[in-house]
């Protein structure tokens, strides 16, 4: 049964239309108990049969997902699959399995399920933390067989179409795995503009909302048709002919602009009074590179290092680390490569391979504190694999999460000992490091005076300095309403933060998400900002807006918004002036 036609406002994190039919999502870590039916005897022989089927198309998807994995990252980060995949077929596992069905009657669900408890309880038993973590492998498994015991496959598999998913949440890692020929974009119930699910959506060029309501996933089926709009955040079920036809009419126009912007890339991105404002990209897996090369961006300012470790059972070594930092800096050419130091916590990378549950990960052991504490050897692994790569091209490295100047301090001695250690054994190396730091905690924009010395620039996170200042968890969409860039409190932060950089003759990226919001774009040119970085898909629009405004109207604009009281009015007059200079970026 499809629903009748019915518009959901939900919130929009990831630009882009999707049109197509619906892929229900069911959260593989969530193993649901089934009902304990029982069989009748006569019924044991079909209901293997069941189960061994679905053991199959199990196997069958993880050997997908390893080759996808393999294909793109060249690295371990497949290893997780080929342990699932052992799990699929493990004589214990699946004997047991078969005995509930056998010996006890039960269906193949709720065999399946007391198996997987068993050996799970077995797992998280043991004193081993690797072999605890595999308790959570046996559940993931058995989900995934679930699910193909069940009507509803999951989303790598089967699908004849491209469709749009709707479920609860979508993990960092869930999202990194997604078939991009399989999906059409994303609706959740979690999440905000800028959890990294949304930063990966956008990324891989998904369409993607979030905020939708929980009951939502539950409603709908296969058969129903969603048109999602990227955009707004409106999800329409089932729409007429009409409505379908005028948003297909809005992605080609929308297609059509950026085509014609895609033309552009060539042309320097300056103001019409002639200041230059550099466009970088923000990558996630190397892979992407070759994108970033053609969205003729000048640079990566944020190589978000987390990706490199998600997904794999192992830590990347020095080797496997050196490999892609060398890769990446070999093909920007002269072009700098900002590598920053890996960012685990928040919502990204939690798994006890790097760290223990908190609490509040946003507020915990995030970033840079992990690599000063309890990961020191994390840190040093990675800053010889950068001191070593940096002879390869034109390498910049940034530390995330810095609150205080005794973390750069202690960083700074690192170095030193890393430089002379990797000195005794001979091993190539640059001498000093390009240093900046993230300024995403309010505490580091207040004091960007004192961290400026000190270093060789500042990246500003506005993701997190929003998050932080504003006291909104990021990936909560019940808060997400007060996740306001142009809010006077970050205006101001963003203001000191450009003028420390000033006096200590240093340059300031934004590399948040607010980067390739063209709306706010007249705001940080203004506020005297040298570098934007974003996903290379947002560039020719950012460029064309540039290239559209005078430096003069920019700081005029934001001098005006610094005095606003409220964000809406500091966002109205931003807007207003691209509205007078490029209306064309504004009408999709
Ligand atoms: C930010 O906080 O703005 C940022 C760019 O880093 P991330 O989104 O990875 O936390
Ligand atoms: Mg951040």
Redo the contacts with the bound molecule.
Sequence with gaps: MTQPTQTIQAIAVSPGIAIGRVLRLRSHSHLLEPEPHKLEPGEVESELNRFHAAQELTRKQLTELRERLRARLNSQDADIFEAHLLLVDDKMFVGAVEKGIREDLYTADYALYQAAEHFAAVFNGMEDEYLRERGSDIRDVAARIMDNLSEAHNHEIGLDDRRIIVGSSLSPSETAQLDQSKVLGFAVETGSA?C?TA?LARSMKLPAVVGIPPELPESLSAADKLILDGYTGKIIINPDARTEEAYRLKAEAAGALYNKLEQEKALRPETTDGFMIQLAA?LDTPEKIDEVRQSGACGIG?F?TEYLFMNRLKVPDEEEQLDVYKNLLVASGEHPVIVRTL?VG?D?LNSNLYRAAEQNPFLGLRGIRLGLHERRDLLETQLRALLRAGIYGNLRVML?MVSSVQEVQDVREILDQLTAQLDREGKEHVSRLSLGV?I?TPAAALLADRFAPLVDFFSI?????VQYTMAIDRSNERVAYLYRPTHPAILELIRRTVEAARQNNIWVSV???VAAEVRVVPLLVGLGVHELSMPPASIPMVRRAIRSMSMHEAEKTAQEALRCSNSSDALALSEALVRRCAPEILNI
């Design positions: 800028t990294h930063i923000n944020l978000r960012d928040g990204k995330p993230m995403e996170g506005t993701n997190d300095l590399c948040g998400q």
